[in-house]
């Protein structure tokens, strides 16, 4: 019996956590960076309170299966880890009774020895092979060979048995399930007539639920009854079954005991596959690198493309491309290695190279509607949504009833304008994907997409402004939205539907010229704040409303700045901005209307933000062998902040024992860090690691905020939970709101007292808008997109007192989790300058056409946002 199996492509994991317990402090923590420098953290550790049957950490695993991203402004939701989940389309061949049949040289046997393929059953049948006379002759023909698996010590038993396999490999599987009955019924503790029924029960319908344990349950029988082992193969026809049943465990038990008695390449592949189902991808990698050096071709070729795909699951993205790219080169035929070889691409944020492999793949399939669909993804993530329609249409036009492609095309049409036709398609989809037991994601996220895009087609002539989600929407739906749980809000009423007398948004061709010159300057700033790190694609819509945000706020900001000449005596009643969230207003708008299925809320309107437990946003660095491949530049930090405070705790019931340093300074892994917090007694759970923002308004009295939590646990499935968790609460907030409120004063002061265009002091007025910036990066106050928002507010800002920013965030790094491992405002400063290279303006964002005026409506915006900024020089 062989399994063959086809997947595309990866995981999900989300976890929460409650964050109760003794806390032992550790102050300025010394890290010694690769490059020499040394980094002082203050941190917390935090044990899991072992008594509080609350604390799960770990527990709420759930995915996103639309999604290809990490967390934060490239992601769902800060608490989803999302990458497609791993799906896999299982092609059973036929199990078979007699081990004869496994032989190379099997045609030779007897017809009915073996099972048929569909097409050789058709022509037996039409050869009367299949009448019962001729079933006779050939269990007599069977007879005479003399097998030795199907020897009995009785005549009449063993010409009966040898009728029962005939029937069973002809396709009478009732026959066959009777003629089983029989024989066992004669003899109870005949193994192979449990066999041969177990398998006419599983060729008779795997599908059907009762068919299938049927089967389950004879050929348990035949292994209980088979005390010699004499058929070590009954393992490997009960895994079949079990997988049909998704007891992936059992499975996973079933081949590695029959590994023990009878090793191949075969079994290792289909343990190697199991453990990609239950998501064991480093012991998958391990079953599939042992067949790399297989004689059997077939194994050989499965195992090679298999590993890629454990890498990739791994988040080794890179090692993966390499190897699809050598399985390619064995057959450049693979149309799945040329897809997966695509998704590395796009995850690596080669564009370019994805292109060419999906088209590629389209050359090796034409209507392939996966392909389509993937295509299409990679369009609509890049910013093009207009490509990514016309890649839907073709995944529909050749699978009608697709869901994701079904989605993804509303969805696009809802960012290029296209309301009235957006909501046809939402509905089209909660119409032929109505849940009977549990909806789908896609029909779930249609809801929401329908209601938003209503609410949003009803403001289209207002100011941007007007898009308040967080004012206008329940809490119980928002949270809803967020977490993307079934709209059956008996407290919500929905949007009124799409009003005829309000034309959708139209596409902008003709663009003035002075419109062009500010869309190309916003094009510019945009590309100065792209992220390029694994995992994150360049998405020029994005990009644009960014830019767009920026000199906007420039522009607004200026203007304010310009109020404070008049004054003569400082203080806050002199301030002409009241709060830090009038810096940051400007820059969530557009970034809600850059993405238009997405919910990006202030984490205050959500009803567990004045919960107990706050409102939980988690970076994940590592869960189980899975590395979240946009952290993967930080997670020796962490990891180095874990070692430390590990070492050091000394809260009630830890233990210190004779070789704790040498053991933490072996320690590479989480499972290690785990094993020594243990030993220490510490909890079996794991421990928290707490950091502290230094106050710089209450400095004078050694006031610390606090800063995120790493988590290093294990979930529900034993794996390795290791995260960054933020939780938000009313009494956290005002003090972040302390901070930056302080820090808005000292920047008005300063520009009150050297003026826009004076160069003294100016470094002093950048460090207060960057230090804004870092307590807002550790604040996190959106549900998503908070790093965009922020750095579009620091251009702008700079952009209104003169300055720009030339320099572009290096490869592989993030600011904003620069900001909240730096450990102190300063820190964070001088890297943000450095990367920066903040100079003068050229271009005084005052000379500028404003965007108020040209772009003064939802419309206006969303239209511009369509437009092809290709033939911006710069």
Partial sequence: MDVWLLSVFISVCMFTLRSNGQICKIANVQIDNEDGKQQYIELNLKKLDINDESICLGCNIKGDPSKTGGYDEYSSHHSHWTKTPPTFNIVFIPSELV???????????????????????????????????????????????????????????????????????????DKAVE?????????????????????????????????????????????????????????????????????????????????????????????????????????????????????????????????????????????AVEVFKEVLKENPAHLEACLSLAQGYKDLGNVRGALSKFNQSLHLNPNHAMTYNLRGNLFYSSGDQRSAILDYERCLARDPHNANCQYMKAASKLMHGRFYDALKDTTKLMVTNMPTMRASPEFLRAQYLREYARYVHARLDSPISSIEPGADFIPEYLNSWTKLKPLDLKSYKEQPGLRPDIRDADPQFEIPPALESLICRAEALGKLSQVNADGVLTDRRLNLAMGLASIHIGQYFEAKWKLL????????????????????????????????????????????????????????????????????????????????????????????????????SKAETCEDLLLISRKRQINPRGFLVSTQVPSLHRGKVDYRLDGGVLVLTEDLQQRIVFAMNIVSTPDRTASYTAEMDHLLVLLQEEIRKSGLNKVSDVELTITHILSIVYYFYNLLPLTKGSSAVAYSVLMGLLLSVGRQVTGRIPNGRLLDME???????????????????????????????KVKDLLPTVRSVLEILTVNTTNCLH
């Fill in 819 to 849: 900001a909240i491992l730096a450990g102190a405002p300063d820190a964070f400063v001088m890297v943000a300058k450095n990367w920066m290279a903040i100079k003068k303006t050229t271009v005084p964002v005052s000379t500028l056409p």
């Fill in 179 to 319: 003629e089983f009955s029989s024989l066992i019924h004669t003899n109870p503790t005949l193994t192979i007539a449990y066999f041969g029924r177990g398998l006419a029960y599983a060729r008779k319908n795997l599908q059907n639920a009762t068919s299938t344990q049927l089967a389950l349950n004879d050929l348990t029988k035949a292994i209980e009854l088979d005390t010699s082992l004499a058929r070590p193969d009954l393992l490997m026809h009960r895994t079949q079954v079990l997988l049909r049943l998704h007891q992936y465990q059992e499975a996973l038990n079933d081949v590695t005991s029959l590994l023990k008695l009878q090793p191949s390449a075969k079994i290792y592949f289909l343990r190697g596959v199991i453990h990609l189902m239950m998501e064991n991808f480093s012991q998958a990698e391990q079953d599939f690198r042992k067949n790399l050096l297989s004689s059997d071709a077939k194994i050989q070729s499965l195992s090679h493309f298999h590993l890629g795909l454990a890498l990739y699951y791994r988040g080794k993205v890179r090692n």
């Fill in 99 to 173: 081990p004869e049949c496994d032989a190379d040289d099997f045609a030779s046997l007897p017809t009915g020895l073996c099972a048929l393929t569909e097409s050789d059953e058709k022509i037996a049948c039409q050869e009367n092979v299949c009448s019962l006379p001729a079933v006779e002759e050939l269990a007599e023909a069977i007879e005479e060979k003399h097998f030795s698996s199907l020897f009995i010590g009785h005549a009449h038993l063993e010409h009966q048995l040898a009728a029962a396999v005939v029937h069973l490999n002809l396709g009478h599987a």
């Fill in 565 to 664: 000449k008049a004054v003569q005596k400082p203080g806050t009643a002199d301030r002409v901005v009241h709060s830090w969230r009038e810096l940051f207003n400007i820059g969530v708008y557009y970034r809600r209307l850059a993405s238009l299925d997405q919910p990006f809320l202030w984490v205050e309107n959500l009803p567990d933000f004045k919960s107990k437990e706050g409102h939980k946003a988690d970076i994940p660095f590592v869960r189980g062998s899975v590395t979240n491949l946009k952290m993967l530049p930080y997670f020796d930090l962490a990891f180095k902040l874990a070692k430390t405070m590990l070492e050091h705790y000394t809260g009630d019931g830890a233990v210190s024992y004779p070789g704790l340093a040498e053991d933490i």
